[in-house]
Protein backbone atom coordinates (compact mmCIF):
# COMPACT_ATOMS: atom_id res chain seq x y z
CA UNK A 1 0.00 0.00 0.00
CA UNK A 2 1.48 3.01 -0.97
CA UNK A 3 1.26 6.36 1.73
CA UNK A 4 1.33 8.83 -0.62
CA UNK A 5 -1.65 10.64 -1.24
CA UNK A 6 -2.82 10.29 -4.80
CA UNK A 7 -2.83 13.77 -7.12
CA UNK A 8 -5.48 14.23 -9.30
CA UNK A 9 -4.94 16.45 -12.67
CA UNK A 10 -7.34 19.69 -12.90
CA UNK A 11 -8.52 21.21 -16.10
CA UNK A 12 -6.24 23.94 -16.15
CA UNK A 13 -2.95 21.33 -15.54
CA UNK A 14 -3.01 22.11 -11.59
CA UNK A 15 -2.44 18.97 -9.59
CA UNK A 16 -4.88 18.61 -6.41
CA UNK A 17 -4.21 16.30 -3.77
CA UNK A 18 -6.96 13.16 -3.92
CA UNK A 19 -7.68 14.50 -0.26
CA UNK A 20 -9.05 17.54 -1.32
CA UNK A 21 -11.05 16.29 -4.01
CA UNK A 22 -12.94 13.66 -1.72
CA UNK A 23 -14.03 16.75 1.01
CA UNK A 24 -15.54 19.07 -2.60
CA UNK A 25 -17.12 16.64 -3.80
CA UNK A 26 -18.09 14.69 -0.18
CA UNK A 27 -21.09 17.94 0.35
CA UNK A 28 -21.98 18.28 -3.69
CA UNK A 29 -22.93 21.23 -4.50
CA UNK A 30 -23.73 22.73 -1.13
CA UNK A 31 -22.41 24.65 1.62
CA UNK A 32 -20.65 22.78 4.31
CA UNK A 33 -22.82 24.49 7.43
CA UNK A 34 -19.55 24.41 9.65
CA UNK A 35 -16.88 26.19 7.41
CA UNK A 36 -19.61 28.56 6.80
CA UNK A 37 -20.12 29.18 10.41
CA UNK A 38 -15.76 29.43 11.21
CA UNK A 39 -15.47 32.19 7.84
CA UNK A 40 -18.76 34.46 9.21
CA UNK A 41 -17.01 34.40 12.77
CA UNK A 42 -13.84 35.66 10.96
CA UNK A 43 -15.69 38.14 9.33
CA UNK A 44 -17.48 39.25 11.57
CA UNK A 45 -14.48 39.73 14.18
CA UNK A 46 -12.46 41.75 11.88
CA UNK A 47 -15.33 44.01 10.88
CA UNK A 48 -15.74 44.95 14.79
CA UNK A 49 -12.56 45.72 14.82
CA UNK A 50 -12.53 47.79 12.14
CA UNK A 51 -15.90 49.43 13.02
CA UNK A 52 -14.82 50.36 16.74
CA UNK A 53 -10.76 50.62 15.71
CA UNK A 54 -10.08 48.97 19.34
CA UNK A 55 -7.97 46.15 17.61
CA UNK A 56 -5.45 45.62 15.03
CA UNK A 57 -6.95 43.88 11.95
CA UNK A 58 -5.48 41.21 9.87
CA UNK A 59 -2.73 42.81 7.44
CA UNK A 60 -3.31 40.44 4.28
CA UNK A 61 -5.11 37.88 2.99
CA UNK A 62 -6.42 35.02 4.94
CA UNK A 63 -6.28 31.42 3.83
CA UNK A 64 -8.25 28.57 5.98
CA UNK A 65 -7.62 24.83 5.65
CA UNK A 66 -10.78 23.00 6.54
CA UNK A 67 -9.35 20.03 6.34
CA UNK A 68 -6.57 20.64 8.77
CA UNK A 69 -7.97 23.26 10.50
CA UNK A 70 -5.22 25.68 10.23
CA UNK A 71 -5.17 29.67 9.06
CA UNK A 72 -2.53 31.17 7.08
CA UNK A 73 -1.87 34.99 6.93
CA UNK A 74 -0.30 35.97 3.46
CA UNK A 75 1.11 39.54 3.50
CA UNK A 76 0.38 41.19 0.44
CA UNK A 77 2.79 44.04 0.35
CA UNK A 78 5.93 41.47 1.20
CA UNK A 79 4.60 39.38 -1.59
CA UNK A 80 4.50 42.77 -3.87
CA UNK A 81 8.08 43.69 -2.62
CA UNK A 82 9.57 40.05 -3.67
CA UNK A 83 8.02 40.70 -7.22
CA UNK A 84 9.76 44.02 -7.57
CA UNK A 85 12.87 42.58 -6.64
CA UNK A 86 12.88 40.14 -9.10
Known amino acids: ?22 EITRCG ?3 VHTIAAVIGGIV ?3 AIKIITKQFVPLKGTLIYNAIRSTTLVVNS ?4 SRAARG
Open 44 to 46: SEE
Open 1 to 22: MCDSPQVVETGNGLPISEEYTQ
Open 29 to 31: AGE
Open 77 to 80: SACC
